[in-house]
């Protein structure tokens, strides 16, 4: 009866030690391969923040490969990526609302398309793979030309500046106009 209860005491204990490490470590999101990063700027008078988390090239053959081509993708690693403004903003030329959305694009060779969703909140992709958001929920859609960087970018980042938004990885920058 003693060693019974001994080995249910010790499954539970490690049951417990397991349960617990796994969620402080889920927790800790600065310990993921693709940590979060949040860059904020003024565009004229609106304040705009983007939040995503910052996958690594790692020798990886990114656009047209791990990110495919003609394929909605999450811009960034594991939530989506949300796009967030004080005050109503022009992206390419069309109206956006102040607000918080998940941002979005379609990555083609020549053009991609930019994608502003009022589903927030949401793990990036769905379980097969593809884009995890719904086109009926869609507020605005751009097209936008890529460019070739001067220098290899290893992580994901956006930069805020006057012009707008730039997305940079690998050796592909993405500028997005916002007035």
Known sequence: MKIRNFRSLFVSTLL?????????????KSARPSPPVTVT???KNATITINYSSPSVKGRKVFGGLVPYGKA???????ATTFETDKAVTIEGK?????????????????????FNTQTG???IKRGGDANYDPAANVLTATVKPKATSAMNERLTYEINKKGFV????????PVSVK
């Open 167 to 174: 997305l940079k990885w690998e050796n592909v920058q993405v």
């Open 122 to 124: 949401q793990w990036g």
């Open 95 to 115: 109206k956006l609302a102040a607000g918080k959305y998940s941002f979005f694009a379609v990555p083609g060779e020549k053009e991609w398309t930019i994608i």
């Open 16 to 28: 417990f030690s397991l349960t617990t490490s796994m969620l402080s470590a889920q927790a800790d």
């Open 73 to 79: 993708w999450r811009t960034g690693a594991n939530e």
């Open 41 to 43: 700027g003024k565009i």
